[in-house]
């Protein structure tokens, strides 16, 4: 069955870095684009970033534009997000999803908290 | 950037018929996903491409688009159906993601 697992969650302070996995099995991960959402405490669904099924093309929300970065390994069938320069406002739960016409399968989340 | 606006809550009696909007301007063009997401887990996707369900998704979840307005109709409410509900939508030609703000289901 689609299984994805998120890991590398922590906490961590203002103006630190960490780097979010997911792992994916289950399906042919190299045929996906895959993303990035994330969940503040208590709040909505925010997107965060889209990686195409080969890696050729990324996009990210204006909010993390500049400090975070998506990318993925087909090998390792592995989705990363790079998130540096993190702030308070970034404290939230991180799922990865997998794409296509809709989100159809997700992470069971990783929880990053950004606090000094 | 888009917006899409959903009402904070909805309450609904067992075996009644929930419905929960999705606001959006001309939201009737693009194609409309809904998810389910119950406290403490990840979300679940119900409806996709306004009106069609992934295999395992009940019946009673249906949805419709038109215009300004598009809407998630749940049929015969069961208690188990309590849950926060997200439309979403692709933006900026098929390149970015866009969530409602979420809607709270209560079952009476």
């Known amino acids: 069955q689609v299984q994805l697992v998120d890991s590398g969650g922590g906490v961590v302070q203002p103006g630190r870095s960490l780097r979010l996995s997911c792992t994916a099995s289950?399906?042919?991960?190299?045929?996906?684009?895959m993303h990035w959402v994330r969940q503040a405490p208590g709040k909505g669904l925010e997107w965060v970033a889209i990686?195409?099924?080969?890696?050729?093309?990324?996009y990210h929300a204006d909010s993390v534009k500049g400090r975070f970065t998506i990318s993925r390994d087909n090998f390792t069938k592995t989705l990363y997000l790079q998130m540096n320069s993190l702030r308070a406002e970034d404290t939230a739960l991180y799922y990865c999803?997998?794409?296509?016409?809709?989100?159809?399968?997700w992470g069971q989340g990783t929880l990053v908290t950004v606090s000094s | 950037s888009y917006v899409l606006t959903q009402p904070p809550s909805v309450s609904v009696a067992p075996g009644q018929t929930a419905r929960i909007t999705c606001g959006g301007d001309?939201?009737?063009?693009?194609?409309v996903h809904w998810y389910q997401q119950k406290a403490g887990q990840a979300p679940v996707l119900v409806v996709y491409?306004?009106?069609d369900r992934p295999s395992g998704i009940p019946e009673r979840f249906s949805g419709s688009n038109s215009g300004n307005t598009a809407t998630l109709t749940i049929s015969r409410v069961e208690d188990g159906d309590e849950a926060d509900y997200y439309c979403q939508v692709w933006d900026r030609g098929g390149e970015y993601v866009v969530f409602g703000g979420g809607t709270k289901l209560t079952v009476l």
């Open positions: 999803a997998r794409g296509g016409v809709a989100f159809d399968a």
């Open positions: 001309n939201i009737g063009s693009k194609s």
């Open positions: 491409d306004d009106s």
């Open positions: 990686i195409s099924f080969d890696g050729s093309k990324k």
């Open positions: 289950g399906f042919t991960f190299s045929s996906y684009s």
